[in-house]
């Protein structure tokens, strides 16, 4: 078989997988901090709703009651 035609088939097959291979690591990164910050964003759009709720709870004006410190 000539070495020409085995550079022909081989290479670009070891290049695809190399590239696929990085394909599916910068993917799962990129997915990942995706993730992460949803997370947190969810956690401080909850703690935001929340502290909100507390201060109505607590009611309004010269008479609102203040948090146990």
């Known amino acids: 078989m000539n070495l020409r035609l085995l550079a ?10 190399l ?5 599916i690591k910068v993917l799962a990164l990129v997915l990942g ?3 992460y910050v949803a997370i947190g964003a969810a956690v401080v759009v909850g703690a935001i709703y929340a ?3 507390v ?15």
């Open 51 to 53: 502290w909100g709720k």
């Open 19 to 23: 590239v696929g291979w990085l394909a």
């Open 33 to 35: 901090w995706i993730v």
């Open 8 to 17: 022909w088939i081989v290479l670009p097959v070891v290049g695809l997988i």
């Open 55 to 69: 201060r109505q709870a607590l009611g309004k004006g010269p008479t609102r009651r203040s948090l146990p410190r």
